[in-house]
């Protein structure tokens, strides 16, 4: 038994080694592989977010890039706080920047997840050759535009930029050290042409190659539509790939509590589900660290300690360098507390993606 958790628990530091050498090796920077004469339109449809969007819309109004070329749409999808009327009175300020309200017959016009229905609606309207996608609690860089243009290679139907997470809290601060580990994944996958995800905070579309996919209207039901999207480019025959700087790195904050917690990793499981199989089973083994190196531990504590000392200085070293691209440094005491927070949220996540409840998300519920 104790060889069997000994190759589980190696497996994970080998799984590092190699995601690491390609991070060093094998990392694309598509910075100046697009094109700077360009069309950009960015897509962002709101719901109750009248907390957060001050900070959004601060740092949509400093965006380096011509007006003349940018038109920016926003919804309202039936916010029942000020949500409508700060996005209204904010478009009404300059000329490129417009408000559209879904109204009660246009729900689920397209979609029963809101997200993907307002998004479908809105890139009916907007003229860019670029859409450019984020959330209203996020905030994104002044060069955030220029970025996504001049990094979006021609063969390629969507690019992924980077998001970090904010926060003062030692909750956050995990959440912020998983999203940089989740990326980092999804970089190496990316620019190992195996790119099959998106990132919904963060992500500019081609409007060309939306088109030709049949646009957000004709995605599956999914509560992961980024994830939808990227798969049906990809069917395409278009690349999804990814731009990690400091000129595209978004901030988002963390969820709040860990009710609002399991929520998101309830609906993000939704969508790993229906990932290829090899995905699903990295992950798995990925996940089977966790439960091997404490029995390990419990049975041999020396050879236990050690293996797990450096699967966290392996791991740590490839969080750390992914990070640093996009201009960014994670403390110490967070990449080493980060498997502690695994070991709760990872088996709470899936035992509540199986709890029989139906998924709470923008204050309307899903089965």
Known sequence: MIWMLVVLSVYAILQFLVLTFCIQFKWKNWGRQGINECTASILIPCRNESRDLPYLLASLEKLDFPSEKLDV????????DNTAKILSEWCSKAENRHFIQISADEEAKYHINGKANALAI??????????????????????????GVRSFPSD?????????????????????VEWWHTLAIVKVTSDLGMGLTGLGNNMMVRKAALIQ????????DSLTEDLALSRQLVSQGYKVVQQVSPEILAKTKAERGIKNFLEQRKRWISGVVSLPWYFQLLLALELSFYPAIISLTILKLSLGLSIWGLKLLVQSIFIQVFASKAGQKVRLYQLYLFDFHQIVTAPLSILYYFWPSKISWKSRTYP
Request: charged fraction near 25%.
């Open 156 to 176: 390629a139907g969507m690019l992924l930029g980077v998001t970090q997470v904010k926060s003062k809290g030692l909750f956050g601060k995990m959440q912020e």
């Open 122 to 147: 809105l890139s009916r309207k907007c003229e860019g050759e670029i859409l450019f996608f984020t959330d209203a609690d996020c905030e994104v860089p002044s060069k955030w535009l220029q970025e």
């Open 73 to 80: 749409w926003l919804a309202d999808d039936q916010s029942s």
């Open 213 to 220: 996919s049949g646009g957000f209207e004709s995605l599956p």
